[in-house]
């Protein structure tokens, strides 16, 4: 069972930063993919930002430029930095990662970090 914890959240003012961390139980080498994503009041999750096994990076188009996805092997950890940060970024933020094997993918999400970016 791979347990995810995140942590860094809270209370910004706009223009700042905050850094997530993800610590996964176990080795990362074994996800496939590892990303963020966050979900605002009365708005569906989406994804922020992504890293796969080879190390590409994706990112939504409305974080581009201000956020970063990064990941330490030996501490299995993900990291999410936060820059410019805006109002419209207030949103509980979600560490996930997944398995893909043939004809199956296993989902795991950690509890959520609230960020809140507000003067």
């Known amino acids: 069972q791979v347990q995810l914890v995140e942590s860094g959240g809270g209370l910004v003012q706009p223009g700042g930063s905050l850094r997530l961390s993800c610590a996964a139980s176990g080795s990362i080498f074994i996800f496939n993919t590892m990303g963020w994503y966050r979900q605002a009041p009365g708005k569906e999750r989406e994804l922020v930002a992504v890293i796969v096994s080879g190390g590409r990076t994706n990112y939504a188009d409305s974080v581009k430029g201000r956020f970063t996805i990064s990941r330490d092997n030996a501490k299995s950890t993900l990291y999410l930095q936060m820059n410019s940060l805006e109002p419209e970024d207030t949103a509980v933020y979600y560490c996930?990662?997944?398995?893909?094997?043939?004809?199956?993918?296993?989902?795991?999400w950690g509890q959520g970090t609230q960020v809140t970016v507000s003067s």
């Open positions: 996930n990662v997944k398995i893909i094997l043939p004809g199956t993918v296993y989902d795991y």
